[in-house]
């Protein structure tokens, strides 16, 4: 930027009155200090590198730092609205939003970056608007934001009183509201609920079905039908109120739930007493229970009735994994990338435990306590231990199995060691552009797999066929990491403890810098103030 002043923090030319950050612009790397080119009119690549400095520093030798009476470390903090206390997407789900991003802020103000497919979210304003834009609390100041989930072009709101809020997209009834109309604010739908899981991953990200869990133990469905996913006893296609969910008696009282896949969509049900209980689409085997028969209600697993289940994943709802509380993992459905970890790629309509797992994984010192990786289209799974090893399995056409190689496994390898976070990227539709970020228990970022759009951040587009750091200044302060978008574009945000938001990757629709369209392959500091 030539002839660049400082004012209060950010850098303004004279000559165009163009404004920019100082976030946007200087960039700490291995302790070096660099520029940052983001956008044509920012970019200022000819600018020699600041030199064995860190960032305050730099910035405390910056002429007329303390413009306004702003200290150097202001500059680096101050922000619009607040800090942000959540980001989309939070817990373990399939929901993937298309090219747009919801943030909340500590005052409880929700706002939307990105994408505005067809006026959804910003009545009145052009189709894909770009920039931040404010969407309407109607709950705030009584109950704070539990989390949001994202789900191609609909929205769910849940606040910690239990009430579900919705907006968006509402072709398959999915909102639950009554009817099938487009909602352009925060609509009630449901009370009393503990838990949304939706589907929004598979071939056709727009079809969608959504289970709830109330804190009574009841379960509820809405939405997309044809495969009898919703189990209440019926295909209809579109059911647009909640309705119930048929269950078993004497299974136990359901305590999590999942939704998966899209147009060909499975659900899952655990119970209090480790039963798990399914329903939907069986094509591959997925219900196993045997058959490829598709169930309209839900039925117990009997192949795992010894078993006591503490979680599931399912990609697509093809394929399934299951852990249990003595530590197995169990595999069945659909095996075409070797997914299943048992050695083959045949299907299974059984669950099978899996023993292909490698050391350091011991059943009994090191177990496995976490599953990794739905959300897939092309099947691809982790598994995380005790100790933090990460093991991943199936497909790898972009590197993201983190091996070294491009070659599909159908037996876990060990990819990373002292792993306490995994976040897998993934996409509304076609969503076989996988891309991992881990960070590990002594604060080092890395990223592998699918980069064609500069989400792994490592200042190219090259795909990254094996975990390689992430030159990252703040990973020890990391709160939380979400990823979205569409197909291959696909978006990385993370969010730091103090509230501050940085991201790389897919930026058509500026949902990670307003300045530009291009594509950002670096992490960079975004939702600044203005």
Known sequence: MANAILSGYSLK??????RDYIGNIIHLEDDVVTTIEMNTESNISNTLKIGGINLDAAISNIDAVKTNGITSSEILNQKRFGDIRLMVNTTDNSAVGERYNFIVTEDEEIFLIGRNPSNYFVN???DDILGLHSIRNPKQGISKIKEILTVYWSVYVLYEDGDL??????????LGIGNLSIQYALTFSADNVVKVSTSGVGVDGSVISVLI??????????GYNNFGQLGIGSTTTNENIWRQSLIPMSVGTPIDILMSGTRISSAFIITDTGKLLVTGYNGYGQLGDGTTVNKSSFSKVLALDTEIVTEITSNEGISVLCLTQSGKVFSWGYNGHGELGDGTTVNKTLPKEVTTIPAPYNSVSNPIVKLVGGKAHYG???????????????YNGYGQIGDGTTVNKSSFVFVL??????????????????????????NILYSWGYNGEGQCGQNHTTNVLQPTKVNFEYSGDIKQITMLGYSSAVTVYILLNDGRIYACGDNDYQQVSKNTSATINRLVYTFQGE
């Open 13 to 18: 030319e004279k000559q165009t009155g163009y």
């Open 124 to 126: 009145g304003q052009a």
């Open 417 to 442: 060691g002292n792993v306490k976070y995994v976040e897998v990227a993934t996409s509304s539709i076609y969503s076989y552009h996988r891309t991992l970020w881990a960070l590990t228990n002594n």
């Open 165 to 174: 809020y919705v907006m968006g997209e509402n072709n398959n009834g999915q």
């Open 213 to 222: 869990l109330k804190n009574d133990g009841t379960v509820w469905a809405c």
């Open 380 to 394: 691809m799974y982790g598994l995380l231990s005790k100790n933090g090893d990460l093991f991943t399995v199936g």
